[in-house]
């Protein structure tokens, strides 16, 4: 018998063009040009095996419920976004004309006005994170909330959870609401903490309930810390020690924040807080009338599965395309998609000097092989890569001309411009803007600087391999 004729074989050549076709119909939806070729190739040459991948990490959707919850949110929090709008004072930002448009589109998105006076301190360091976290939470009154990706009970941080103890013990309520995937190797201890009275929540659940499972790879990747509505902490550093990963080292930064843009701060946690949970959190305690506290002009900016818009990697777009004396950017993962690697480009050969400071060793093989793949033409456009040979450096920072600066918990690739629930802190004025070049400063001393020559010396094997990698980039 010809193979052709086997009821067998016929049913799976059914089924593969089967899936041919639907993918046809159903990927290009709501998805970047280059993503959507990703996938229908995968698709079109491993239909079976694309199918798996596309049903776990493809579908551009969360889950029912999910869905649910989150069409509730804006009516359930409107009179948390109401009290936001009505508070003072608002921002003027008093920026020079050239940013005008990054200022006009992040008005646009009309979610969190841009307030005046607040204060921004930052911390490069655990160390010194953790201990005026703990500074901050033992002269706490009313109440403390947490968001991490990672949280684990360790040498590091256990002065922080000892003095979440002690704020319960003192009639405080405290909030902590961690990754489910990021946290899953401590999250036994996490939730032993229930005992001392802290309230823990775990963000994306896995679940084996149809109605709640989506696919396996969405993210709450936000960094935040709100004390009784006053203080409030934002960047990429986890709660866990630098170095939990054998063999790697951390770098990361956070920003400690006192003004009226911590009421942001509070309303993301509060919807956060609101989807896992259905406790809503709009009582006047939490959202205090606050004092201005310093000169700073700043807006918080989420972004995630939860906003139509991939705000953040716009908002970078807007950067670079206003930038045109400097620009900065520090990053882990740096695979970006075509527009914003060729406004980079663009920037560079219209005379800006752009600095790209990557780690030099990641912890994900594949994205550092497609990182690698876009350096050549960088080098060659102008852009000055510098690499730190012993730290992974993970802090998010974006500086543009001196003047403004975005810090936050994103990376420069598709996951975090349309996968993970991410959040953005974008700073006016020059005085943060010099406070974080000195950081960023010290990061260049620490750094490599890769050499176009030695580069495209580097051995042909590695080349094959990084463009390979390059062809996954917009499903990383």
Not at 368 to 374: D, F, N, R, T
Request: aromatic letters at 8%.
């Amino acid at each position: 018998m010809d193979a052709l004729e086997n009821p067998i074989t016929q049913l799976y050549f059914l089924i593969e063009w089967t899936i041919r076709l639907a993918a046809l119909f159903i990927v290009p939806l709501r998805r970047p040009p280059t993503a959507a070729t990703a996938w229908l190739l995968l698709l079109f040459f491993l239909p079976i095996v694309g199918l798996v991948m596309y049903l776990l990490v493809g579908r551009p959707r969360m889950s029912r419920h999910r869905t649910e919850q989150i069409a509730r949110l804006t009516e359930t929090l409107w009179p948390v976004t109401q009290r936001l709008s009505e508070a003072e004072p608002k921002g003027s930002g008093d920026l020079p004309e050239r940013f005008a448009a990054v200022d006009q589109m992040v008005r646009c998105w009309r979610r969190f006005p841009l307030f005046d006076g607040n204060h921004i301190d930052a911390l490069d360091s655990m160390e010194g994170f953790g201990e005026q976290l703990v500074r901050d939470i033992d002269a706490a009154t009313d109440h403390i909330h947490l968001t991490f990706y990672i949280a684990v009970v360790d040498s590091a941080t256990r002065p922080v959870f000892d003095a979440l103890r002690r704020a319960t013990q003192r009639g405080l309520t405290v909030r902590l609401l961690v990754d489910d995937f990021g946290s899953k190797q401590g999250m036994r201890k996490l939730l032993r903490l229930r005992r001392h009275g802290i309230e823990i929540a775990r963000a994306f659940p896995r679940s084996k309930l149809p109605h709640k499972a989506a696919r396996f790879d969405l993210r709450n990747h936000r960094k935040l810390v709100v004390i009784d509505g006053r203080i409030g902490y934002t960047g990429s550093m986890n709660l866990v020690h630098p170095e939990f990963r054998k063999g790697l080292s951390y770098q990361d930064l956070m920003l400690r924040i006192q003004g009226p843009v911590v009421l942001e701060l509070q309303a993301v946690f509060a919807g956060d807080w609101y989807i896992e949970t259905t406790e809503l959190l709009d009582a006047e305690r939490h959202f205090p009338l606050t004092q201005p506290a310093g000169e700073e002009s700043c807006i918080g900016l989420p972004s995630g599965p939860e906003y139509p818009e991939p705000v953040l990697q716009r908002l970078l777009l807007g950067l670079i395309h206003a930038s045109t004396e400097r620009l900065e950017i520090v990053t882990p993962y740096f695979v970006p998609d075509d527009s914003t690697l060729d406004a980079l480009k663009a920037a560079a050969r219209r005379g800006v000097h752009c600095d790209l400071l990557l780690p030099e060793e990641l912890d994900h093989p594949l994205v550092q092989l497609a990182q690698e793949s876009y350096f050549d033409e960088l080098l060659e456009a102008g852009v000055h890569i510098h690499r730190h040979p012993t730290r992974l450096l993970h802090s998010k920072i974006t500086l543009c001309d001196g003047r403004l600066s975005l810090v936050g918990s994103a990376n420069l690739d598709v996951r975090s411009s349309l996968i993970n629930a991410e959040f953005g802190l974008l700073c006016y004025s020059s005085t943060t803007a010099d406070r974080l070049a000195g950081i960023v400063a010290e990061y260049r001393r620490q750094c490599r600087p890769l050499a176009a020559g030695r580069w495209a010396e580097r051995h042909r094997g590695r080349v094959l391999a990084q463009n390979l990698a390059r062809l996954t980039s917009p499903l990383l």
